[in-house]
């Protein structure tokens, strides 16, 4: 058992680490500029949106100023995709675990987010000695798609199999938050030898794709889907996400959540998938052969109960475990319970 707890970003606001490829004890170190900075004073990709500066919570900020673009070829785009997430600092071809997070796609109001929703558990991971990746998948997080690509389910699923295959290499514990946990699923089905094993939070599972919203005409799911990024909106579903949080605090994560939704392409990745069916994975998940680690925030005003027992009881091999004092995100309510289990589960058997 291990003990993780979440401190604040020791890096001194405006200090620099640099550091080339070299290697260190067997570990692979990756050539860098890193500016720290929690204050402010640290240096985030260009090609992030300007509204990146308002955010306060420092574990953003600093998770934000590790975000890079790396080449994804595929066969539905003419050129290679530049692809968010968020690398380990150390690679190591002897590290036996390799966690990779999926960004959020919250399933309530299509609240999706980006790799920025694991700025809590991520340190903790990495601090305890695992390699993480935290990656954007397409449509959804920093991705470069001026040029847009399909993003339909199919896609997004293609898409993450070539990153993982040209820059992650060998079997991943894949993570999946909410409508996460489905794309983790239909991945793992699809792409079994990538996959050793599954963990899913609070997963949305049952949900029969975007239903009648593949529907809408286009004019509509434009109007439908410019709501999302709206302040009020996403005020109103951390109202839902979380309990006890200040409205200084909701707002913060608010900014947080929705800075992705600032980029220009967003709102056509959106509606492209959303028009496109989107995730129905209700047949796949007795097909997994993964072993499995379900948590469950119990103070969910999401996803009922219910389907939390129904997905252990459909999984062939899984385990869960409840969080009494979480709701439907409690990697960001509560990181260091949910960075135990997660790292418990990866180094078991």
């Not at 500029?33 to 990709?45: A, C, I, K, Q």
């Not at 889907?225 to 605090?249: C, E, H, Q």
Request: net charge neutral; with cysteine.
């Amino acid at each position: 058992m291990v003990a993780l707890m979440l401190a604040s970003p020791s890096t001194a606001a405006g200090s620099v680490v640099k550091c080339s490829a070299r290697n260190l004890m067997g570990l692979r170190v990756s050539g860098c500029d890193y500016h720290g900075g929690v204050g402010g004073g640290g240096r985030f990709p260009s090609f992030l949106p300007k509204e990146v500066h308002q955010i306060k919570d420092p574990f953003a900020r600093t998770l934000a100023q590790r975000i890079q673009r790396l080449p994804v070829q595929t066969q539905f785009a003419e050129s290679c995709i530049m692809s968010s997430c968020v690398k380990p600092r150390v690679e190591s071809e002897t590290n036996p675990v390799r966690i990779c997070f999926l960004a959020e796609c919250y399933s309530l109001l299509g609240s999706l987010s980006s790799c920025l929703e694991w700025r809590g558990s991520y340190p903790l991971l990495e601090d305890a000695g695992l390699e993480v990746w935290a990656v954007d998948i397409l449509g959804w997080g920093f991705s470069d798609l001026e040029i847009l690509p399909s993003c339909s389910a199919s896609s997004k699923r293609y898409h993450l199999y070539q990153l993982w295959k040209s820059h992650i290499k060998r079997p991943m514990i894949l993570v999946g938050p909410s409508l996460g946990a489905a794309v983790a699923i239909d991945f793992a089905v699809n792409f079994p030898e990538a996959v050793e094993k599954l963990v899913l939070i609070n997963a949305s599972v049952y949900a029969e794709g975007t239903g009648l919203l593949a529907n809408l005409p286009r004019q509509i799911a434009y109007g439908m889907v410019s709501l999302l990024k709206s302040i009020p909106l996403r005020m109103y579903a951390n109202s839902l996400f979380f309990d006890d949080i200040s409205l200084t605090t909701s707002l913060d994560w608010t900014n947080v959540g929705r800075l992705h939704c600032l980029l220009p392409w967003w709102e056509d990745a959106t509606i492209n998938y959303m028009l496109s069916g989107g995730y129905n994975v209700i047949g796949q998940i007795k097909q997994v052969k993964q072993k499995a680690l379900i948590i469950w925030g119990q103070r969910d005003h999401v996803i009922s109960s219910e389907a939390a027992l129904r997905l252990h009881s459909e999984l062939p091999d899984s385990i869960m475990h409840h969080l009494p004092n979480s709701g439907h995100v409690p990697h960001v309510e509560n990181p260091s319970s949910v960075a135990n289990l997660i790292a418990d589960f990866a180094q078991g058997e």
